[in-house]
């Protein structure tokens, strides 16, 4: 998985036309776009399931411990939930917003990612597995808190300027609801990234004898970690509003961006993902 192939172009390829279909059916609802968007969607599903099971079936371990691993894993979870809500809750928008997102992360893989190496077979342990399994697992919980905060405040801005009324906006759900959702997102990437510190701080003192406490990437998840945390009590209280609560969800998750790629890639020295 670490070189680039025509397997990891086809899907790039895929997943685009499939946010063009979704798009189409953004811009004026078109339910056999949707339903392209989502066949063609599926298809990348199987494509990247099928890539995860042989790596495992060759190489006896998960696929997930190098930076190209784990996009590639984390655009996989993108797209099971894009599905997901496809089937189940059928919200407009949110599945062509993830998977602008899935795309976004895919094309980085490609151009990016494909440089990195594994980590030594001796370093890796199930603590390991659980600190970047529950990683990316936050990042996805934020990703989906993220997408939920922009659909509130592009709705919020419709009713208020009263516009996009006969529009694609229409279909949106409630603001509570879309609020909702976004705050209980978040609350489960911060639980999943209060775990991912625990189980990273554990897994390096017990290989090294000391804490892992100078490295940037962690410096910058616990920064995180009370940057979320701070927004999610002053929510649950009352004392900010939801527009102002959706503002710290996109500061909080450019923060997670940028410890994914670039603080993971320029400045850590422990970090490959």
């Known amino acids: 998985m670490l070189q680039a192939s025509w397997a990891d172009y086809l899907r790039i390829a895929f997943y685009f036309v499939a946010m063009l279909f979704f798009y189409r059916d953004f811009l004026r609802e078109n339910k056999v776009a ?17 890539g ?19 996009t590639i894993l ?38 990016i990612h494909r440089h990195a190496t594994t980590l030594h077979v001796v ?18 919980a934020f990703s989906v808190g993220m997408i939920f905060s922009i659909l509130y405040f592009l709705q919020a801005f419709s009713l208020r300027e009263k516009r996009f009324e006969s529009g694609p906006f229409l279909r949106l759900p409630p603001l509570f609801t879309l609020e909702r959702y976004s705050f209980r997102s978040a609350l489960i990437g911060e639980i999943l990234l209060g775990l991912t ?12 004898g000391h804490w892992l ?8 998840s616990f ?9 999610l009590f002053l929510r649950s209280k009352g004392w900010i509003s939801a527009r ?28 490959q993902w």
Do not use: C
């Open 197 to 208: 510190i625990v189980y990273g701080d554990i897994w390096y003192a017990m290989l090294t």
């Open 74 to 111: 984390f655009s996989w979870l993108l797209i099971v939930v894009s599905l997901i809500m496809s089937w189940l809750l059928r919200i407009d928008y949110f599945v062509f917003l993830l998977t602008l997102f899935g795309f976004a992360f895919s094309l980085f893989d490609v151009v």
């Open 34 to 50: 949707n339903r392209m968007g989502v066949a063609i969607l599926s298809f990348v599903f199987l494509l990247d399931s099928f």
């Open 123 to 140: 370093q890796r342990s199930d603590l390991l597995l659980l600190h970047i399994a529950t990683a990316l697992l936050s990042y996805l």
């Open 244 to 271: 102002t609560a959706a503002i710290l969800q996109w500061i909080g998750y450019l923060g997670i961006v940028i410890n994914f790629f670039v603080v993971s890639l320029v400045v850590s020295k422990y970090h």
């Open 52 to 70: 995860i099971v042989d790596y495992v079936v060759q190489h006896h371990h998960f696929p997930i411990y190098t930076a190209a691993q784990a």
């Open 223 to 231: 920064l995180l970690f009370w940057h979320y945390a701070l927004f």
């Open 213 to 220: 406490d100078e490295d940037k990437k962690s410096i910058m």
